[in-house]
């Protein structure tokens, strides 16, 4: 009984050694970089570990959608300059009788981070990213190809407050006549009123060329607020849960869809 109690107990220490470890690549994280809450409809240029759950709620001409997914999944820090997203296929339900329901694309990024600094030193990051989308299947709501997606992306914080901005191009391996090209740049600013309460303001904007919309312009604003949820004696090795919340409105003529409700939640281990 004894040699079994042991070792069960020395397979449990194992088992909260390796479960330690890996939560320390978000506690190795916070010493090299700012402190600030990823956007919400923007790439974060910070380095993280998280599981993230969003819905988003827009309308279309002639359609309303409801976006189980959006897009996210789980991060995972592979080495201390790099980041790894998994993100399952959005699941998009049409309530329109000529939208059929469906899957869009399951896709992967790798984040690698140029230079960075903590609040003692400079207070910024440059990250360059690469994204790639899956093409569907039948009945997919996403992009009619595989889609590649490169971006360098840059922060700045000052104190309470924060300025995030990316540079981006989307990338289709083909149909291009159908769905074209675009070029993104997106900006953030973002406030910090206590510890547990963050807002920001997210300007997204696309440049399209080719396809059936070249030459168009469309533009975005999203407010959003975000609530933490940490322990009392919470310690960068320590999970914790970020509610956030986004209401994404057009202010360009031209626009694929608006009035965009974006819900969240993330855990950070």
Known sequence: MLIVACAVAGCAAAAQSNYARFRANNASMAALQPSWVGPVTQPDPRLGQALRLSVANFTAPGAHTIEYGNGHGVSLIIERRFQLDIDSPAFFRNHSASAPDGFGNAGTQVKWRVASGNAEHGNYIVTAMVYHGFAGGAAQNGAFSSIWNP????GRAFSRFDV???????????????QGRAISWNTSGQARLNTHVQLDLENSTAFNRGGPFDGTTQNFLTPAAFYLIRRTSWGPTHAAVILDCGYQVATTHFHPYNHNLITEMRVFF
């Open 151 to 154: 971006r360098i992306s840059a």
């Open 164 to 178: 995030i901005s990316d540079l981006g191009g989307s990338l289709p391996t083909a149909k291009i006549w159908e």
